[in-house]
């Protein structure tokens, strides 16, 4: 029942202009106000980095630190043409692209909320959203053919043009930006939406000293340094992206490395292949993907120094085979948008294959009961982060906040166990867990002994429905290419009966040809428990 262990030290960032040791200030304090654009951007030109590369963009090349400065100053100039107020929240629909970066960076300056969403939710997705946050600007990354009935509209367009010119556009009107106050440390400066892998997305609003408090924590940890190029696969409109690509990046005066159009193997296997980043950021499931393309050694994965994964757990195997053929370090992460971004992480020097970690620094991680109440060691239960990167709350949603935000801090969703050492193991979702003849299993118990199957490349395990109307276990199986569904199938019947005790053996068993997925790669275990009900 004891708190998780954190790091003993905070393993500060030795970015540009912050000696290795030193925790970076919360930003420049304009009064009460933080200013998020100085600590990210700023304070690296007046130590006379301007000309470092922020962003690799597909369609730009390299950006430096100034040109991403100059834009998002004539991004703010533009808010204050259109005589939007600080304050004012926009929802950016977030391309992977310097554009995206540019305009969030200039609604700080001005003192606005930037509200990042997917592309992927299309026009008919993106108007309840927009609705739901009370947006009042619209950032799109191209002029769209019919624009929004309501609100200011922006794009990523004119930011490209100034880039390409070598200045702002002028239609941003460069020369009305000023600093705004900027934000106060309890004041909401970022709104995320949850990825939706248990349902409809909800809004959670961030505030500026969480952000400051994850780079001095979490950033701290990753320790990335002004020589590091960041290839992230996650996209910016997710938590894990945005912290990787935009959050973490800047604040080291590092590179980061931008796939822009569709992120899957290919893309991904090219951007390794072109830029030799030192640090990836994916999923267990891509990570898999490329181990079957990659061999010890190859130079498209030789400048790695580490690999971090997240998104769902990885498992030990999996982990191994990372390392082995990357040759770099595996950083397992846990977070959840409910706390800013990672809030448990495996030391970049300390392997620890299958499990979750440790708290970061300035995290307090427990195991707790469904009564909130502290369980021991080896006990599963729900995680529950308390510390400065727990959110302020969901938006307008007073039901969800006293279920997510109570015993001072946060449940991030997830079922872990606790070692006797500190260190926690991710189990599942909370909402997957399974009710076997009263025996609460996680799925990921099944999946495990499933995988030992030769021929299998992936699989998920949800709850379904018996002919009784009793909850049991269904395994949704992906077979390899060509492989023989008859004999997978009976190798699968020997495997659960041999290693799983009765209650445990899945009652049904569905071949695909492969698992839905939200936007950010993890399974989308809600519409697998629709098809196996």
């Not at 000023?178 to 309890?186: K, L, N, T, Y």
Request: charged share 20%; glycine share 12%.
């Amino acid at each position: 029942g004891r708190p998780a262990a954190p790091y003993a030290g905070t393993g500060a960032s030795a970015s540009a202009g912050r000696p290795a040791g030193a925790p970076v200030s919360a930003g420049i304090d304009r009064g009460a106000g933080i200013d998020l654009m100085d600590r990210l951007v700023g304070r690296h030109l007046a130590a006379g980095h301007g000309g470092r590369t922020a962003y690799l963009d597909p369609g730009l090349g390299a950006v430096s630190y100034r040109e991403l400065y100059e834009a998002a100053r004539g991004y703010a100039g533009a808010l204050l043409a259109h005589g939007v107020a600080p304050g004012a929240r926009a929802l950016v629909v977030a391309e992977d692209s310097v554009a995206t970066v540019a305009a969030v960076l200039g609604l700080w300056w001005h003192g606005c909320v930037p509200v990042p969403v997917s592309p992927m939710l299309g026009e008919a997705g993106l108007a309840p959203v927009a609705a739901d946050c009370a947006a009042e600007v619209v950032h799109l990354d191209t002029e769209p053919a019919v624009p929004p009935a309501a609100g200011v509209l922006l794009t990523g367009d004119a930011v490209r043009a100034g880039i390409r010119t070598g200045g702002p556009n002028a239609a941003n009107r460069p020369d009305l930006a000023r600093p705004s106050a900027g934000h106060r440390p309890g004041q909401t400066a970022l709104i995320q939406y949850t990825s939706g892998s248990t349902g409809r997305p909800k809004g959670v609003r961030h505030a500026t000293s969480a952000i400051t408090a994850m780079l001095d924590g979490f950033g701290g940890l990753l320790a990335l340094g002004a020589d590091d190029i960041v290839l992230s696969t996650a996209r910016m409109s997710f938590g894990y992206g945005f912290g990787s690509s935009v959050l973490c990046t800047l604040d080291a005066g590092a590179t980061a490395v931008l796939i822009g159009g569709a992120v899957d193997l290919h893309s991904v296997r090219a951007a390794l292949r072109r830029h030799r980043p030192t640090v990836l950021c994916s999923v267990p499931r891509l990570y898999a993907a490329l181990l079957d393309t990659l061999r010890p050694g190859d130079e498209a994965v030789a400048a790695l120094r580490l690999c971090l994964t997240a998104g769902e757990n990885c498992p030990a195997d999996l982990n191994h085979r990372i390392q082995d053929v990357f040759g770099a370090p595996v950083m397992n992460c846990l977070g959840a948008t409910e706390v800013m971004h990672v809030v448990v992480a495996t030391p970049p020097d300390r392997a620890m294959p299958g499990r979750a970690g440790l708290a970061v620094p300035g995290t307090t991680a427990t195991v707790r009961d469904d009564h909130g109440r502290p369980v021991p060691d080896g006990t599963e239960g729900r995680l529950h982060i308390a510390g400065p990167t727990v959110a302020l709350g969901y938006l307008d949603r007073p039901d969800d906040d006293r279920a997510t935000f109570t015993d001072g801090g946060a449940y991030t969703g997830d079922l872990v166990r606790r070692a006797a050492d500190g260190t926690l193991t991710h189990l599942c979702r909370a909402d997957d867990i399974l009710n076997l003849g009263g025996y609460k299993v996680p799925p990921a118990e099944i999946e495990a002994v499933l995988r030992t199957v030769p021929g299998l490349r992936d699989c998920a395990v949800v709850g379904g429905l018996d002919a009784d109307g009793l909850e049991c276990a269904v395994a949704f199986v992906v077979p390899d290419a060509g492989a023989d569904e008859e004999t997978i199938r009976r190798a699968l019947r020997a495997t659960v009966r041999a290693d799983l005790a009765l209650y445990k053996r899945p009652a049904r068993v569905e071949f695909v040809d492969a698992l839905p997925s939200t936007a950010t790669g993890k399974v989308a275990a809600y519409r697998l428990r629709e098809q196996a009900s």
